[in-house]
């Protein structure tokens, strides 16, 4: 139920075609909630059909010209219904925790390089995170809007800071099983 929630919050910051919209995920709130563009259309036109976005009216009529899309009334009293309900956090489910918990009976090979492999992607997320950070919320940049988005990326930073100190634990774990062989 949250593509939809994600679209209008992304709609009433900036009306949007679908093509800029499926960018601006790419670029934003992609980072915590992930869609495809196709998944990306069919909701935009769902939420049309819902009335709860519209089609703005082209600047100049052109056959083939993107539609921007602006959220209306409802799609606002949807999202704002939304914020404000009461949700159960989502119970974990992680392969690489599982994965691990398999090689406690199948044995670890593989393993060891997978385990290198995630931190180094951690850390080039984490890296990225800080660099948004840095340049979109300098000191002083503390309004209401910011604050909440820059919490939003503090959430990211610090999951990226725990995986990261996680998987350096882990790979010194496997470091002391025995028969491994530390690199």
Known sequence: MSLPHAILTALLEKPSSGLDLTRRFDRSIGYFWSATHQQIYRELGRLEAEGLIRALPPEQPARGQRKSYEVLPAGRAELARWTAAAQEPKPQRNALLLRLRAAAVVGTEGLEEDLRRH???HEE???EYREIEERDFPP???GPQD???HLVLRAGIDLETFWTQWL???LAEFAELPG???A
């Open 119 to 121: 931190l180094e992607l």
């Open 125 to 127: 997320q984490l890296a």
């Open 140 to 142: 002083g940049r503390d």
């Open 147 to 149: 604050r909440l988005r």
């Open 168 to 170: 350096r634990h882990a």
């Open 180 to 182: 491994s062989d530390p």
